[in-house]
């Protein structure tokens, strides 16, 4: 089916915030642009409910009008890592305390059918042979994040049949659905032992005596060798500057270390069309490329 294209090849990484394609996956992003891939990142929400962490930048100013800052940050942020990028235009949910009803009218609220609409119209009009998105945990307990797997899950499906949302555009299947392994609890753990064994502080202790006892993490099926981009994905997180925390965990431990002891960004593979393991599987039968036994179909090799 895809012999039809060879105009190359097209990755959406679909996410919930502004910020996010920066922080879960942002290297990976960077990587295959760099290598001429159609990359397009789709935000389900503005981020207007998000919390200015960066005390230097919390005034009035930016409080009164944080969906405009924050469109400001993405469009900084894509060019940096040098890709499009869409917003589906819901309104953020905010996080709410524990018994708090979520605001009326955002993103999590609205019924996931009617609120994959705008993604399938995307899926349709992009046309992307691989997606990337959050497994059903959301990665995070965020309610957008929950809420943004649903949607990308049933606008996948609907995109590809033609009886559902018949108006926008031509029926498209994507070939592969990957969640992301990004800040995973093995990656807190390697490298809070490598800073410790070189004598370098780490703050990450903290954040893995406070890792929730959840489900077991998914199995890791593809690795993306992207250390060369780490530097463009930690520029690209810092121009979401309202977002980060001076001295947060994840901005503060050494690059040359994180680039010797973990210099990949990790995925599951969560559906394929495609018959049995990628082809450029690698030691372990882990995949080096989301796009393994795609692109002798797609021919844009
Ligand atoms: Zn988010």
């Excluded at 949607?151 to 659905?177: F, I, M, N, Y």
Aim: net charge negative.
């Amino acid at each position: 089916m895809f012999t039809r294209h060879s105009e190359g090849l097209r990755l959406l990484s679909v996410h919930a915030h502004p910020d996010d394609e920066s922080s879960k996956g942002g290297a990976t992003l960077a990587r295959y642009a760099a290598e001429g891939v159609d990359v397009l990142v789709a935000t389900c929400t503005g981020g207007e409910r998000g919390s200015v962490l960066n005390p230097a930048l919390d005034g009035p100013e930016v409080r009164a009008d944080l969906a405009r800052v924050r469109r400001e940050e993405m469009a900084l942020a894509r060019e940096i890592l040098g890709v499009r990028q869409r917003f589906l235009g819901f309104v953020d949910s905010g996080l709410p305390g524990p018994g708090e009803p979520l605001p009326e009218g955002c993103f999590a609220a609205r019924p996931v059918e009617l609120a994959a609409a705008p993604l399938v119209a995307l899926i349709r009009e992009f046309r992307p042979h691989v997606v990337i998105t959050y497994d059903e945990t959301g990665g995070y307990p965020h309610p957008d994040h929950v809420m943004t797997h649903r949607v990308a899950v049933a606008a996948l499906e609907a995109a590809a049949d033609g009886d559902r949302h018949p108006e926008p555009g031509e029926p498209w299947q994507v070939a592969k659905l990957y969640y992301h392994l990004a800040l995973s609890r093995a990656w807190f753990q390697a490298m809070h032992e490598a800073m410790t064994e070189r004598g370098v502080p780490s703050g990450m202790g903290q954040v893995l005596a406070d890792w929730p006892d959840s489900a077991p993490a998914l199995a890791t099926t593809t690795r993306i060798a992207c250390a060369e981009q780490f530097a463009v994905r930690d520029a690209a997180l810092l121009a979401h500057a309202t977002q980060v925390r001076p001295g947060v965990a994840f901005m503060a431990h050494p690059r040359d270390i994180e680039r010797e002891v973990w210099p990949t960004e990790d995925y599951h593979l969560a559906r394929s069309l495609l018959p049995g393991p990628g082809t450029a599987a690698g030691p372990g039968g882990i995949e080096t490329d989301l796009f393994a036994g795609l692109r002798e179909e797609v021919g844009a090799g």
